[in-house]
């Protein structure tokens, strides 16, 4: 990395596209647009300009009966839920650090917590979107409607493409009425085994969770390949409900008991208010701080505890939406290098390839290079990922290095 | 498409028979008949072939083979289409999928299916019965369309208000590209590397290749539901009782209105006791929990009566309940019984703009002396004015589309779009420069070079060709298929 490095944080779209055009026209420099810098990706090049978009942080329209609004990329999370929150509507999507992250960068980088189980993921919510290609170019699709198939969903192809293609600008939404209350249940069982019987039980459970995690923490004391040892914590299945206080309560009751047959080491329910720092530490696990490495892997919903299970012998402390097939893993602190890292991951490795999934690295020390290409398996779209990324950007200034498409 | 002079009629018919045998295909003039529209009736043109391959291996062959011709080539689920999206501009083949029909898996326990593109939409849901789960996507003409089709318009229904529509349920495609290689895009594994490809295909009406699998999303069944019919003395009060249910944060299932013309076809034809003198009724489900559900109903009871309901009915019985969706789904059908033909629009208006349109339909019936009836997705602001005419007569199909044009562009004033699930297709594609700018055009097009360089697989759909119909003032000329057709 060299010294050349420098910011440009425009005013508006109008600044944002003209910089981009001189960029493209003249200097050609590498840029990374940033928002509120949580998922910072670490680009691939030596003469990087950041484009701080957190100026771009205007409410354009916000027709609450239409339930959808339209903003600026660079607002911050929590102002956006603030102002949604005024009119009693929400984007359903946990995001952590909402006082920082930024929807352009959530967006880019597709993030998602427990509730998507129940509602989805960005992908679900982005009806429209403004853009500029790395030409200097703003171009926009979808539109301002909750329906609409008019020309080719380019809001899908942005939704995670890591500023890799387009900067984000304005961003249209579709959104859902806030839930009257939500109630979180935990339960503790002695094995995973049993974690994975209860969540097959639950396939045709009477309740319909917004949220299906599994925590799998590793103590104090445990060690990268300790094993299933004491110092593990028994695994906890946490279900989580929204909607009427009424349909809360009886899913609880109707929980708990379609669970007692598999005699749970402990239960405990909170309703209301006491649910909502649950929901937080969840929302939150990604960003444990003590831990160097964080990554998301991505497999059949079906395979999601025996991944636990390797991956808490392997002492990462796990957090799966188990509903999805999705498992978070933190690192443990005592990985202090690449090779160690790649070491820890790599036992799970096997099993994700064999059943299809995906295996990405969220988090690392940014000099940790080698381990962003760990366990991608692309399954043969890779080629036109890379036919894309040229088509839009052929000189390769957006986020160079990042997403496989080699540096600048 | 470059101007290699075409191969002989006879060579393509018997190349293409080596592939898919010959009761594959069809060449026959009376034959072909059949297959010049889909339910865009319109514009029409006949294919030079038709073929139905029975496996990717046949689909990669028959596009290969085009490849070498030069021929084009469009693919075609059911013809369902209400925007001629497999119109054969230009002639060629036409790859008809519907002896590709299996179910390949269900997976309960990992929630989705994998389904051959010729599958019936409604054969999926019917064969998860035992299982307590859905396909959710629920296009009206989902006893005969294909989830190929619906993939490739993105298609949405009646109860995609609230479970959202195609892309929303669609976790992977296997795709034959247009060069004739075979990649699959996502796959049962949520967020897969790279971009989201499998979000780009969908919707993408045939332009980007030909769907040969699809990885669906398996939903839960609602364990009850609440199924009412509010009766309004006028559009104008049911359009406002909409508003008012979405603004106490209620989002129903379903939300459909039918005004009084389409009332009378479907009493007429299912003889439900709907009443005759309304002027519009709202079809409202609310599903969930039988805990919730009730509680829902009672509220949207009161709403509708708030805003001037003359009365709110309730399904008593499943049987009463089906029969309900009977007759909204199958309301394209009672039809008949009005007009000989018509011409069902697709435009979308912010869910607040509702009375604004309606009231701008009937305005524009009257201006164009023309009936037109009105069934359609309120919750989402989906409007599907119908304009009934008889195609024989030269001036009413001009009416009809100088009209149709006429409440599209209304819906773009209004801040909406020309098509929530039907598609651009051939119908609309002379929109497309007044929805996006030409920056935004050229984006998309770019985009399909990637896919489609040549331009061979569906030519003439979704993007209007450089200097061409979009800037044409006439509608009636405007038509690209209409064009080609004559
Ligand atoms: C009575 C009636 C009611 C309707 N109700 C609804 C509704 O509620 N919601 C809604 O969204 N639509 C509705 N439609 C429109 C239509 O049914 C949908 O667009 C449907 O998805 C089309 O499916 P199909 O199999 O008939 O496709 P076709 O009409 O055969 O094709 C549609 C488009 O898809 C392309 N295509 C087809 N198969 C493939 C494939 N395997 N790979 C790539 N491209 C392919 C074609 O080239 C064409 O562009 C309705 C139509 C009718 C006639």
């Known amino acids: 990395m060299s010294d050349l490095q420098s910011v440009f944080q425009p005013n508006t779209q109008a600044e944002l596209a003209q910089f981009v055009t001189d960029n493209a026209a003249n200097t050609k420099r590498s840029l990374q ?59 359903p999507i946990d995001i952590p650090q909402a006082e920082q992250a930024t929807l352009g960068g959530v967006i880019a980088t597709n993030w998602s917590g427990s509730r998507r189980f129940g509602c989805g993921t960005m992908r679900d919510y982005v009806i429209g979107i403004s853009a500029i290609d790395a030409s200097g170019q703003r171009f926009s699709a979808g539109g301002r409607v909750v329906k609409n198939v008019a020309g080719y969903d380019l809001c899908k192809l942005l939704v995670g493409s890591r500023g890799t293609l387009a900067i984000i600008s304005q961003v249209t939404l579709k959104l859902r009425p806030m839930a009257e209350t939500s109630a979180v249940v935990a339960l503790t069982f ?135 097939g999705i498992v978070i893993g933190n690192l443990s602190e005592r990985v202090s290098t690449a090779d160690q890292a790649i070491a820890a991951i790599k036992p799970l490795g096997e099993l994700i390839r064999s059943c299809g999934g995906h295996l990405t690295v969220l988090r690392a020390p940014n000099e940790w290079s080698a381990l962003h290409v760990v366990a991608d398996s692309w399954a043969g779209s890779l080629a036109w990922t890379q036919r894309l990324k040229r088509q839009l950007d052929p000189r390769n200034l957006l986020n160079p290095g990042v997403m496989a498409f080699g540096p600048a | 498409m470059n101007s290699a002079s075409p191969p002989s009629a006879q060579l393509l018919i018997s190349r293409l ?55 084009p080539f469009i693919p075609r689920g059911a013809g369902t289409s209400l925007a001629g999206g497999t119109l054969p501009i230009g002639g060629g083949v036409m790859i008809t999928l519907t002896r590709m029909k299996r179910i390949l898996e269900v997976n309960v326990r990992d929630r989705y299916a994998i389904v051959e593109p010729g599958l019936v939409n409604v054969h999926l849901t019917n064969h998860l019965k035992e299982t307590g789960y859905h396909y959710a996507p629920d296009p009206s003409s989902q006893g005969a369309c294909t989830i190929g089709g619906n993939v490739a318009t993105n298609s949405g229904g009646p109860h995609t208000l609230k479970y959202g529509v195609t892309v929303n349920h669609v976790l992977g495609v296997e795709v034959v590209m247009p060069d004739g290689s075979v990649v699959q895009f996502g796959g049962p594994c949520e967020d897969g590397p790279g971009f989201d490809l499998t979000g780009l295909f969908v919707g993408s009406e045939g332009t980007f290749g030909i ?49 009084q013309g389409i009332i009378g076809a479907l009493e007429a034809a299912f003889h439900f006791g709907f009443p005759l003198d309304a002027g519009a009724v709202l079809l409202i489900e609310v599903d969930g929990l039988e805990v919730a559900v009730e509680e829902e109903a009672v509220r949207i009871e009161a709403i509708c009566l708030e805003n001037g309901a003359r009365e709110v009915r309730r399904a008593r019985t499943q049987k009463e309940r089906l029969l309900l969706w009977k007759c909204r789904k199958q309301a394209f059908g009672a039809i008949g019984r009005l007009s000989p033909s018509y011409c069902t629009q697709d435009g979308v208006v ?27 997705h309120a919750g989402d602001g989906n409007i599907h004015p119908i304009l009934l005419f008889d195609e024989r007569n030269e001036d009413q199909v001009r009416r009809v589309l100088l009209a149709s044009d006429e409440i599209l562009t209304k819906c773009l004033d209004l801040g909406g779009s020309v098509t929530g699930e039907h598609g651009i297709g051939v119908e609309k594609i002379s929109f497309m420069d007044k929805l996006f700018a030409p920056e935004d055009l050229a984006v998309m097009k770019s985009i399909r070079e990637v896919f489609n360089p040549d331009n061979r697989c569906s030519p003439g759909k979704m993007l209007p060709t450089a200097g061409g119909c979009g800037t044409e003032s006439h509608p009636h000329k405007s038509h690209p298929g209409r064009r080609a057709a004559m």
Not at chain 1, 34 to 50: H, K, L, Q, S
Not at chain 1, 231 to 237: Q, Y
Not at chain 2, 211 to 224: D, F, Q
Request: aromatic fraction near 6%; hydrophobic fraction near 45%; glycine fraction near 6%.
């Open chain 1, 33 to 91: 647009p940033i928002g509120g810098g949580t998922a910072r990706c670490e680009v691939n090049a030596d003469n990087v300009c950041e484009v701080q978009l957190d100026l771009l942080n205007r409410v354009i329209d916000f027709p609450a009966r239409d339930m959808t609004i339209t903003v600026e990329a660079g607002i911050r999370i929590a102002e956006l839920n603030r102002i949604l929150t005024s009119e009693n509507q929400r984007l």
């Open chain 1, 190 to 324: 002695d094995s995973l085994s049993q974690v994975d019987a209860v969540l097959s039980r639950l396939l045709t459970s009477a309740t319909r969770p917004m949220m299906l995690d599994v925590l799998g923490r590793v103590g104090a004391l445990a060690r990268p390949n300790e094993g299933m040892g004491k110092s593990v914590h028994p695994p906890v299945l946490i279900v989580g409900f929204e909607g009427a206080s009424r349909e809360i309560d009886w899913q609880i009751e109707t929980l708990l008991a379609e669970c007692r047959p598999f005699e749970p080491r402990a239960t405990e329910s909170f309703a209301g208010a006491a649910a909502e720092p649950l929901w937080n530490t969840l929302r939150d696990f990604s960003m444990d701080s003590k831990s160097s490495v964080t990554f998301k892997a991505s497999l059949p919903p079906s395979r999601t505890c025996v991944l636990l299970h390797l991956a808490i012998e392997a002492g990462i402390a796990v957090q799966a939406h188990a509903g999805n």
């Open chain 2, 17 to 71: 028979r080596d592939i898919v045998g010959d009761d594959g295909l069809l060449f026959n003039r009376e034959e072909l008949l059949v297959y010049e529209c889909d339910g865009y009736t319109v514009e029409k043109k006949v294919p030079d072939v038709v073929v139905f391959p029975t496996s990717t291996e046949q689909v990669v062959a028959v596009v290969r083979l085009c490849n070498e011709l030069n021929v």
């Open chain 2, 211 to 259: 769907c040969t699998k699809v990885w669906v999303r398996l939903t839960r069944n609602p364990e009850s539901y609440r199924t009412l019919l509010g009766v309004f003395e006028t559009v104008t009060a049911a359009t406002q009782a909409i508003s008012a249910i979405i603004g106490a944060g209620i989002v129903p299932a379903a939300l459909e209105m039918m005004d």
């Open chain 2, 350 to 376: 912010p869910r607040t703009k509702l009375p604004e349109i309606l009231e701008f339909i009937t305005d524009c019936g009257q201006r164009h002396d023309l009936k037109i009836v009105n069934v359609f």
